[in-house]
Structure formats: C-alpha cells, structure tokens
C-alpha cells in the first residue's frame, strides 16, 4: 500500500508574487499531509537565488528565459511568448532529470493556471495536471464563460439591465465596467486576452482543478463550476498562525519582493487606540497617478483616523510636497515603502483596509475580518471589489469622478462610514462572520482541509 510520504509532487508556478504566495502556501499544506514537493520556479538567474524561503518543501529555480533579453523593451504579448517558449524548454528538462533521477518520480505536475501549456507538457511525460487557479471562482467563470462564446466581446449589458450575464445568478451583480479590465478593454491589454483566456483551453484533460478560494464563499459559483468539471476549493492561502494554527512553521509567505519596514510597523501601531488606524496598501504592482496620489494624501489629512500607508519607493515621488513633513508632525499618520501585511492587518489598532482588491489582499481581509475600503485599479480588482461591496457586504467603494479620479472628499466620507458610522457596524459584523468561515474552512473537518486530503489520496491512489 502506498503511504502519502512515497508520493511526490512537482508545483509549478509563475514568477510573480501574488502567484508564488499561495502556491507556496498550498505546497506547504500538501507537505503537511506527509507529501514530499518540489515547487519549480521559473526566475533569471540575474535575481536573488533565495528568493523563497521553506523548510517543508525543496525550492528549484529553472531559467526563464530573460537572463539576457530586457523584458521592459518586450510587449506584454511578446514577453508571455518568450517566457513559455522558453520555460516549455527549462520544464521539459527538469521533468527529464527528475525521472531519471528519482527512485520514485513524480506523477502529477501542480501549476500556475495562467501556464495552460504546461499541462502538455505534463501529459508528454506521463503525469497528471492539476491547474491551480490563483485568481477568484467568479473572475475564472467569466473567463470561462468567455472562452466558450457564452459571453460576447465586447461587453453589453443583457437586455439593458445593467448586467451581462445571468447564470449563475450571483454574477448578475456585473455591470460590463466590473469584468476584469483585459475583457473590458482589449484594446489596452492586447497581449493579454489570450493569456488569460488560454487557461480553459485544454482543462477538459486536467485530473484536478484547484482554486484558491473556499467553498463557502463562493457557494452558487463553486457549485455550478462543480457540475462542469472536477473542482477542489483549497483556500485561503494563508500563513497556518493566521488561520487553524496547525502548522507551527508556517508564520509567514516566505517571500516578499520588498524589505518589509517592520518594526516601525508595529511599534506605530501599538502606540495606537484599538480600531482606530486605516490600513492603505495599493500591492506591489499597482501605480497611481500623481493627481490621484495627491487627492489619496489629501483624504488621508482630512479624515478622523489614524493611517499607516504603503508608498513603494517607486511610488514617493508622487507624494505632495511637505506631506510626510506634514503627518508626522501631526503624528496622524506613518508611510512605509513596504510592511508585512498580515501583521498588520491582525493588528489591534486596525480597523479598515483600503485597499486595490488584488485576490490575495481580498482573502487576507477576509480572513482576519477586516472591513474594507474598495480603489480597485485593473486586471481581477473590479470584479473582487464588486463582490467585496455587493455579495460578501464587508466594504464600501470609492467612486471616481469624470476625470476618472476619486476625490479626497470620497475618500474621506466612505472612512469615516466604515471607521464610525452605522454601515461600518453592519460591515464589521460581517467581516467578523466571513473570518470564522475561512477559519473553519481550513481547520480540521473544513470544507477546503477535506479537498486537500482528498487531493492527498487521489495522488496516493495514482500509485496503487
């Protein structure tokens, strides 16, 4: 009989961190559960070879392709094609060594979904493939829906209702402006389209579908996907000391591209009262325009509570003139270039989350029952902001003027709604409510623990 610590796994994922940290996340859990990993990597040489930091699991860095092609001077279309090229050829390799090499290879490949091709590649050597979808349940059916003609490009809402489709119910929610940014507007994101879509393009010859989500959450969604194909919810991935407590190591991602500031952090914020600090953080690829920057700085002063902001360094030359002189006088505020952000969004002292709605800030608020302040910018934001505000009721949404620009006044007035006024109480219980759920979605019994253990015995039962 085959015991899960004979079986071995090989996670691929895309060199990005908002991909790596819930993948590295889920290898971990599977590490747990007695499986030996090898999360691949593909990375130029020219960058840091400890990048990821992991005592479970074996880190493998495979070439890129970029060690010597300035991807800056590529299109967004013409750098994903010289990066699957060339890590069609780094994989191949690697599966070829690993097999001859290993008394017991591996015999499923996890991998970044956004890497459809790597599935073929799985099936060429005799493995099974298992997509790992780090994006939301509902932004992968839109795409889906897409893919297969069901909706049409481009977007017009149904009937002149408002919304674009209708089945499942739930997605009724989407006006066309609320679909990921590369359906809504092509023609800036031509490179994109293709990518994005590409992932259901051979999903019918995938053993699993993963998808860093929980059931509960995403209930009408997961269980329409579930009646289409073979589909596990694995999430949140989240660091274990945030959620169940059960993998005394895992305390933090293991990975930021950033040096988090910390201490200063930490030590601001224990000097806070309880609930009274707005969190602002934008991630680490999102970029504002001076003009949005300034009124951002502007609603920060203007409003009743503390905040600790994230300006990456690339980002503080867009700062008014005189305002960090400004606040920190005041003491109403402190700005670092990066923090950790589960530190801080489990902090005491914080009470509100402003944030841009990347997936994976979305399931951290989520999980540590943070209420939300909505400034989505592009790609999934949209679409996880219109289901923060209008399904899940844990936040509110900033709105944009003509100019596309949301005011200083906006973003004043949702604060100070959710920090003290009468829907901020609403959204606080329902934060509180969606916290215990994704505890208990991960714990032991919970809906995403049973899936990775049935994932577990799948793979084990591959080998018997």
């Known amino acids: 009989m085959c015991r899960p610590h004979d079986i071995h796994v090989l996670v691929l994922t895309h060199p990005v961190q908002g991909h790596i940290n819930p993948m590295l996340q889920f290898s971990r859990r599977l590490a747990s559960k007695g499986l030996k990993v090898t999360f691949l990597i593909p990375i130029s040489t020219k960058k840091s070879p400890n990048l990821v930091n992991s005592s479970s699991i074996n880190v493998v860095y495979i070439p890129d392709g970029f060690e010597d092609v300035d991807r800056e001077k ?44 790597a599935l073929d590649i799985a099936i060429q050597h005799g493995m099974h493939g298992a997509p790992f979808f780090t994006q939301s349940c509902v932004v992968c059916c839109t795409y889906y829906m897409i893919h297969q003609g069901r909706v049409k490009l481009p977007l017009e809402a149904a009937h002149g209702q408002g919304h674009v489709v209708s089945d499942p119910p739930v997605m009724s929610v989407l006006g066309p402006d609320d679909f990921p940014s590369f359906v809504v507007d092509v023609n800036s994101y031509p490179g994109a389209l293709p990518f994005v879509l590409g992932q259901f393009s051979n999903i019918q010859r995938a053993k699993w579908l993963l998808f860093n989500s929980f059931a509960e959450l995403e209930e009408e969604i997961v269980k329409w996907m579930g009646n289409q194909w073979s589909i596990m919810t694995i999430g949140p991935t989240i660091p274990s000391v945030y959620l169940d407590k059960r993998l005394e190591d895992d305390k933090d991602y293991g ?133 923060i505000v209008e399904v899940w009721k844990v936040g509110l949404r900033v709105r944009a003027n003509e100019r596309r620009i949301v005011t200083g006044e906006e973003i004043e007035s ?51």
């Open 74 to 117: 590529l299109s967004m279309g013409d750098a994903l094609k010289h990066f699957q090229v060339s890590v069609t050829h780094s994989l191949n390799d690697f599966i070829e060594k690993h097999q001859a090499c290993e008394e017991k290879p591996a015999k499923v490949l996890v991998y970044d979904s956004f890497m459809f091709w």
């Open 255 to 387: 990975l930021s591209l950033f040096k988090p500031e910390a201490e200063a952090c930490l030590k601001w914020l224990d000097s806070k009262p309880p609930k009274s600090v707005l969190y602002v953080s934008f991630g680490s690829m999102a970029s504002l325009g001076e003009d949005q920057m300034e009124e951002l700085a502007n609603g920060l002063k203007r409003m009743k509570s503390n905040f600790l902001w994230v300006v990456r360094e690339s980002e503080e030359k867009k700062l008014p003139r005189n305002f960090l002189q400004d606040v920190g006088i005041a003491d109403q505020g402190l700005v670092v270039k990066w923090c950790n952000q589960l530190q801080v969004l489990s902090h005491g002292s914080v009470g509100c989350f402003m944030t841009h709605c990347g997936w994976n800030s979305t399931l951290e608020a989520l999980s540590l029952g943070v209420p939300m302040v909505v400034m989505p910018q592009w790609t999934d934001q949209p679409t996880n902001a219109t289901f």
């Open 414 to 464: 949702c604060v100070n709604d959710v920090m003290e006024g009468e829907r901020g109480e609403v959204i606080r219980k329902n934060s509180l409510r969606w916290k215990k759920m994704a505890r208990e979605a991960v714990d032991e019994g919970g809906s995403s623990d049973k899936n990775i253990l049935e994932f577990v015995t799948n793979m084990v039962n591959l080998e018997t």
